[in-house]
T-cell receptor, first 111, second 111 residues
């Protein structure tokens, strides 16, 4: 079967670091996406990992371990505007843009 | 470049009716994917079109259908609406690469 798991909710303090984990099981695997979605808005692309390892992009980094079916999104120097849902999505083989999404992690950043 | 547009943004329908939603992709993008987003299930893939051909389909009943026109604009149709069809319907467009750009969505309420 195909399954994506991520925590439902997380809270963190402004200026801190938070790590959002995601585990996946798919029939074949091309890569792993992370999207950010503010309430009432469309998801926006954050990162796409194909190879194992850490990819850094400003305050956001994403890690992938294909052998463990595991990824995480690391957010540094948290700001209030980072309060949003973070969606993990796997891209299965032969997917033709069919992404399998997790339910999303709602992150609340407090002052 | 204009982003992905979806019309209408909000829609209220009654059980048993049918509805048609429209999506205009980013200029030059030939792939359009449709997703249903509900609080409990997250984003679930409906179908994907490329050059007027459906390349992939999710696990939704036949009441959900779609099509794509020669200008890449896409429509999805839901017939015999049920209460459970109330959701945010998102479309995403893509060029030949992996990144999908989401539209703002159509919020459908079935009463």
């Amino acid at each position: 079967g195909q399954n994506i798991d991520q925590p439902t909710e997380m809270t963190a303090t402004e200026g801190a670091i938070v790590q959002i984990n995601c585990t996946y099981q798919t029939s074949g695997f091309n890569g792993l996406f992370w999207y950010q979605q503010h309430a009432g808005e469309a998801p926006t692309f954050l990162s796409y990992n194909v190879l194992d390892g850490l990819e850094e992009k400003g305050r956001f980094s994403s890690f992938l371990s294909r052998s463990k079916g595991y990824s995480y999104l690391l957010l540094k120097e948290l700001q209030m505007k980072d309060s949003a849902s973070y969606l993990c999505a796997a891209y299965p083989s032969g997917g033709y843009n069919k992404l399998i999404f997790g339910a999303g992690t709602r992150l609340a950043v407090h002052p | 470049k204009a982003g992905v547009t979806q019309t209408p943004r909000y829609l209220i329908k009654t059980r048993g009716q049918q509805v048609t939603l429209s999506c205009s992709p980013i200029s030059g993008h030939r792939s359009v994917s449709w997703y249903q987003q509900t609080p409990g299930q997250g984003l679930q893939f409906l179908f994907e079109y490329f050059s007027e051909t459906q390349r992939n389909k999710g696990n939704f009943p036949g009441r959900f259908s779609g099509r794509q026109f020669s200008n890449s604009r896409s429509e999805m149709n839901v017939s015999t609406l049920e209460l459970g069809d109330s959701a945010l319907y998102l479309c995403a467009s893509s060029s030949s690469g992996y990144e999908q750009y989401f539209g703002p969505g159509t919020r459908l309420t079935v009463t």
